[in-house]
């Protein structure tokens, strides 16, 4: 008989000691956060206020192009544009499309302008006569054209690469 309230007693005992633990909370817990952000330039270069009113003649000629480099590449893709070998853009055929055939004479059009503006600004600062950079340039455009697109080669003759 000792043996069975022995074993009672151990099968109860942990039971009866194990105390309740309540770890929730009356309310919600209740985060305040405030964040303030403040955004600061320090190349001397005073920027835009913001996206809107930053227009494409505030750009320089750079940014232009950076920006419009998927259009040109949408217009290389479709063979409707060529490097030439001037380092200028040359509509090698154009759309049926009255809209597409504007849009694209547009885009060529702009981007030649800025290439002629970059062309001038950068042989000045890297020290390089005119022809000479508008030449590199040119040969490093046919160089990274992708298979297929329009290169004009140094005799004048067009190519798809």
């Known amino acids: 008989m000792k043996r069975s309230w022995f074993w009672l007693t151990v099968s109860v005992l942990p039971v009866a000691c194990a105390p309740t633990v309540n770890i929730g909370t009356p309310e919600p817990v209740k985060i305040d956060v405030n964040m303030r952000a403040d955004i600061y330039t320090h190349d001397g270069k005073?920027?835009?206020?913001?996206?809107?009113?930053?227009?494409?003649?505030?750009?320089?000629?750079?940014?232009?192009?950076?920006?419009?480099?998927?259009?040109?590449?949408?217009l290389k893709n479709n063979r409707v544009v060529g490097e030439g070998n001037n380092g200028l853009l040359s509509i090698r055929e154009l759309p049926q499309d009255e809209k597409y055939a504007a849009?694209?004479?547009?885009?060529?059009?702009?981007?030649?302008?800025?290439?002629?503006?970059?062309?001038?600004?950068?042989?000045?600062?890297?020290?390089?006569?005119?022809?000479?950079?508008?030449?590199?340039?040119?040969?490093?455009?046919?160089?990274?054209?992708?298979?297929?697109?329009?290169?004009?080669?140094?005799?004048?003759k067009w190519v798809k690469r």
């Open 46 to 74: 005073e920027k835009p206020k913001d996206a809107a009113t930053a227009s494409a003649e505030a750009l320089t000629p750079a940014l232009r192009r950076y920006n419009r480099r998927a259009e040109i590449q949408d």
């Open 103 to 156: 849009y694209a004479k547009k885009t060529v059009a702009d981007e030649n302008a800025d290439r002629a503006g970059e062309f001038k600004s950068k042989s000045d600062e890297l020290k390089k006569p005119l022809d000479v950079y508008v030449k590199d340039f040119a040969k490093n455009m046919y160089q990274s054209a992708y298979p297929g697109e329009w290169v004009q080669q140094d005799d004048g």
